[in-house]
Every structure is written in C-alpha cells, then in structure tokens.
C-alpha cells in the first residue's frame, strides 16, 4: 500500500465509490472502463479482506506445500498461498481446524481430538515460522493493527466440533490457543447437532449437548457457526445464543435448491437476529453441475472397479483409487460453475439481506473455486463487480470483513470468561 493510498480516507473513498457506481452505463467506454477497474482495485487494495473460511491449514503438516511459494489451481489444486494472497488483497480470515466426521465412540473421539489439536498446532507452527508475513489474532481489534502492519491476519475456527467428543471444557483449551469461531456440525448429524446433510434427523435441531456446546461459547466469546449445519439446527442456534450467529461458508437456497444451501426464509431470520452470511464458492453447492457422459462412465467403471466405499479399502487399494481417480480426473475433468454463477449467489444474497449482513466464505483449500475465480489472486473481481452493481466502498468494508469482526466484537463484549492467557492481548 502506497503512502497516497494510506492517506486517502474512506470518505475518499467511499466518494470515488459512489462516482464508479454511477458512471451511467451507456456512456461507458475504453476509457471510463480503465478508470473503473483502477478505483477497484485502489478501493480493494485498501480494504480489509478478510474470508471466514480458509481450509489451507489441512496442507500445514505433510506434502509439498510452502506457503511462501506461489502455488496454482491447475497444477496442484492449492488455492491460498502468500504471493496469491499478496496479488488477491486477501489480508486474511479464519483459518480452519477440520475434522471429518466418525462414529460416535469414545476412541474414534480418542484420535480426533489429537488430530483438531495437532492441526491447531500446525497453524501456530506456520504462525511462527512466517512471523514477519502473518500474526495470529486473538480479538476483534487485532484485525486492523494486523493489517496495519501489512500482515495477514490469522485467526482460528473449528469445522465440525466432533473432535471435543462429550468433553465440552476441550472448547476453552481450544480457545485460549486461539480459537475464535465453532461449527457443531459437518457432513453427517453427530453428538452436538443434526447436519444439513445427513439422511434423515436425530434431534431436529441441537442435542442437549449441542445447548451446552452454544452456551459455552457464549461464555468463552467464540462465533457459532451454523454452516452444515441442518436448518433446524440453525434455527435453534439463533434462539440460544445471547450474540449473533454466522453461517461461515454457505450460500442461498433461493438461487440454487441444495441441503448446504439456505433458505431465504432463514436467511431473513439470521440477519434479523444481527447474524452474518458468507457466501460459498464451492460450484457443487452453486448449481447442479452434470459430468459428462465420458466421465459418468468412467465413474462407474472405477466404482465398479473398487466397490462403493473407500473406507472399506486397505490403505494400499486407497492410494490406488485415488491415483485411479486423478488419472480419471486429468482425462474427464469434472464440471466447473463459474464466476458469473458465483456472484449470482452473491448479489442474491445482498439484495435479500442487505450489506450489513453477507460476507464472503469461498471455502478456499476445501474445494471452493470457479472458472474465472480459480483462486484469491481473482479477488478484485468481487469488488470490482460489486461496485458495479452500486455497492459504495462502505459496504465494501463490512462485506469484505466488517461484519465477521463485528460479531466478534459482540463475542467478546458477551464473553464472561474472562479469561488470560500469554499472548493474548486484553
Ligand atoms: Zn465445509
């Protein structure tokens, strides 16, 4: 960021904003498109871009990734790394602690609680090693001094609250290592909540655990997260918790009939209730993308070939499948959605709920990504489309990350912890 583009307030602009967005569309030509596209990208520059779910940190321990080193999509199917973050604007966000979903036994609860603690690890491991690009945060107010400093902002969630097992105290060592922002549920319904996903429901809605789970972190001052989440669950999450919700990364089911999608019915509920959606890039979730007939049949044949399940495989037949796959994969690619289609979702979005309540969660690193948004080096483009349709630079500022720090603020501001810990600024 340049020295003119630090002294240039908001109000400066929000003032070229509002002069972009109202260039009447018919006198557009060469010349006023050039100047757009740089008011974009000054505004982008500017702004804090954060997005709420960053999946990078299942590359942290194991394989060939380095964050310093620019990656591609093509390539090696990586979407977030320093130089793409640096070209994108991206200044940072949540950065993910996954856990995919097992059985409901004491020992599969065993290995993934070491596993959300060993991937907790791993992002302040990255934290250290690249201190002079990146900081872990801790409050809400951390974000703007990060940024100031020109470093990417790196505060922590959990997807899918599975690995906690029954032990509901795990969520405040969790916290005072970090973490921020709590989603009960993933793919299927598990101890703390129905998913969206899942074939047919098993509380309609939270389990008494899952109650507990919502009000201890109330008390810690974390974000609960209601993406995969099933609508139910959603629904008793905004009756519960005393400090809004998020949905992470979903998208509306207006646009695009899908379980991981939500309906605008509560869409309207969550942001009545102060609540933020941040919406998804994953193209499965944006419309129904149809295989080819080629690949349909190569599916087939591979499923023929290997049987239904993978977990069912030893690991020598899963590393065959998976090389099967990406052979397959390389030969057939699978169908993508696009850019135009993802900001559909979007300004969908916008207008049924309005700025103060979307944000972006493109579920980067977790199969988020569309032809002409590949990864976050295409950033610029939502702002530059968003201005287009007549959003000023103070939207921007809330849709790009305001809003996410704005529950946290309202976190905090609720949490009765009152916890300390070293490292963590008061
Ligand atoms: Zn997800």
Redesign the pocket.
Known sequence: MGKVMRALGLTGLALLAAACAEQPQDAVGSQVVGQQDVSASYLHDRLMVLDS?L?TPAYFHGGDYVFSDRGSWSEDGTNVDLPRMNEGGLDGGFW?I?TGQGPLTRESYAAARTSALMRQAAIREFAARYADEVELAFRAEDAARIHAAGKKIVYQSI??AYPLGEDIDLMQTLYVGGVRMI?PA??RNNQFADSATDVSPAYDGLSPLGEELVREANRLGMILDG??AADTTVYDMIALSTTPIIL??SGPRGVYDHP?NVPDELLIALADSGGVIQV?G?GSYLEKLVPSPERAAALAALETEFGGSLYDLSPAQQQAYRAARDVLNAQFPPPRSSFETFMTHLLYTLELVGPDHVGLGA?WD??GGVDGMEDVSQLPKVTARLLEAGYTAEDLEKIWGGNMIRLLQAAEAESRAGLTSPGIPR
């Open positions: 779910h999946d993910v996954y997807e899918n989603s993933h793919f993406s995969h992470s990364h991981r998804n994953l579920d977790g199969g």
